[in-house]
């Protein structure tokens, strides 16, 4: 059996993330980080569904993007090695009159091309108070989401969801502030708790990770951690800091204007200076390349992909 070695990494937000993100650098796991036999496609018949979690409240614009471009990513990572994928989505919002346009919305499993244009169509907007209809998207997303099995209707699909969001549940417990004194006490209006979660995730065999990219739903983390138990596979967590963002501007800004001189000194030159200065430029828009590359190292995406190469390899 191969072994596959895991490794512990920080993944860095996109720079347009409008979210307010925390100070502290937090560990994620990569493939480096654990030993891991390599998994039997047998067990799941490369059948693999996939859903997502999507808040969709006003303060969520940017990661609508990142979740379009993290499909687009899982599809070019795994289409020649035979998985057979499927997506799923529950976007959710919250409840009445915090907020009078939905409180979930669900999609189910369809192919990469729909799914993207199915999201395409989300709009961010709305939300009302802090606290938001989290566990209304949970339960709805595994209940209604078919997960499959194989033509032996014995073997299931390898199962995930992530859970993509910036506030936490209503309830006291989880530390947000709901304008209802009712739903502050006792939780979401839904009347589902975290134990009906778990619950769904044991039901149906399913790997919980969260996207997280604020720290106002460390306590939910660490509560559904407690809850889940094995079913919670791991956090995402999406870091950015103004130093980080300020030195890549800096560097780009630097490598442009030396690949601008080499530019403008190649049409003074003769015949072999040309051809120097040819190359230095070609050389240019490779470190150009391998920066964009880097700075793409801390998407949504890459974070999912590892997740999945865990499981799935």
Same mark, same amino acid.
């Given at each position: 059996?191969?072994?596959?070695?895991?490794?512990?990494?920080?993944?860095?937000?996109?720079?347009?993330?409008?979210?307010?993100?925390?100070?502290?650098?937090?560990?994620?796991?990569?493939?480096?980080?654990?030993?891991?036999?390599?998994?039997?496609?047998?067990?799941?018949?490369?059948?693999?569904?996939?859903?997502?979690?999507?808040?969709?409240?006003?303060?969520?614009?940017?990661?609508?993007?990142?979740?379009?471009?993290?499909?687009?990513?899982?599809?070019?990572?795994?289409?020649?090695?035979?998985?057979?994928?499927?997506?799923?989505?529950?976007?959710?919002?919250?409840?009445?009159?915090?907020?009078?346009?939905?409180?979930?919305?669900?999609?189910?499993?369809?192919?990469?091309?729909?799914?993207?244009?199915?999201?395409?169509?989300?709009?961010?907007?709305?939300?009302?108070?802090?606290?938001?209809?989290?566990?209304? *998207?949970?339960?709805?997303?595994?209940?209604?989401?078919?997960?499959?099995?194989?033509?032996?209707?014995?073997?299931?699909?390898?199962?995930?969801?992530?859970?993509?969001?910036?506030?936490?549940?209503?309830?006291?417990?989880?530390?947000?502030?709901?304008?209802?004194?009712?739903?502050?006490?006792?939780? &979401?209006? &839904? *009347?589902?708790?975290?134990?009906?979660?778990?619950?769904?995730?044991?039901?149906?065999?399913?790997?919980?990770?969260?996207?997280?990219?604020?720290?106002?739903?460390?306590?939910?983390?660490?509560?559904?951690?407690?809850?889940?138990?094995?079913?919670?596979?791991?956090?995402?967590?999406?870091?950015?800091?103004?130093?980080?963002?300020?030195?890549?501007?800096?560097?780009?800004?630097?490598?442009?204007?030396? &690949?601008?001189?080499?530019?403008?000194?190649?049409?003074? &030159?003769?015949?072999?200076?040309?051809?120097?200065?040819?190359?230095?430029?070609?050389?240019?828009?490779?470190?150009?390349?391998?920066?964009?590359?880097?700075?793409?190292?801390?998407?949504?995406?890459? *974070?999912?992909?590892?997740?999945?190469?865990?499981?799935?390899?």
């Amino acid at each position: 059996m191969m072994k596959i070695a895991l490794k512990k990494k920080n993944f860095i937000a996109d720079e347009d993330t409008s979210a307010s993100l925390p100070s502290a650098t937090a560990q994620n796991f990569d493939l480096d980080d654990f030993d891991l036999s390599d998994s039997d496609r047998e067990d799941y018949h490369n059948n693999v569904d996939i859903l997502f979690v999507l808040d969709t409240t006003g303060s969520m614009g940017s990661y609508i993007p990142q979740a379009m471009l993290t499909i687009q990513k899982i599809v070019e990572k795994f289409s020649k090695m035979e998985f057979n994928i499927k997506f799923s989505l529950c976007t959710y919002r919250d409840h009445p009159p915090q907020d009078t346009t939905y409180v979930t919305e669900f999609y189910d499993l369809t192919n990469a091309k729909q799914l993207i244009t199915t999201l395409k169509s989300v709009q961010a907007a709305g939300g009302g108070d802090g606290p938001e209809a989290v566990m209304d *998207g949970l339960r709805e997303g595994l209940n209604k989401t078919s997960w499959r099995l194989s033509e032996d209707n014995v073997t299931i699909s390898k199962r995930f969801m992530f859970h993509i969001c910036d506030a936490p549940p209503h309830g006291q417990e989880y530390g947000g502030s709901s304008s209802d004194p009712e739903w502050q006490k006792n939780g &979401c209006p &839904c *009347g589902t708790n975290k134990e009906d979660i778990n619950a769904l995730l044991k039901k149906h065999k399913v790997d919980y990770h969260l996207i997280k990219a604020v720290s106002s739903v460390d306590k939910m983390e660490s509560i559904f951690k407690d809850c889940f138990k094995e079913n919670y596979a791991e956090t995402i967590v999406l870091v950015k800091t103004s130093i980080n963002s300020s030195m890549s501007k800096a560097k780009k800004e630097k490598k442009e204007g030396v &690949c601008k001189k080499s530019k403008k000194k190649s049409v003074k &030159c003769d015949d072999e200076d040309v051809a120097e200065e040819k190359e230095k430029s070609i050389e240019c828009k490779k470190d150009e390349k391998k920066s964009e590359e880097a700075e793409e190292e801390g998407t949504m995406w890459t *974070g999912v992909l590892g997740a999945l190469e865990k499981k799935l390899f």
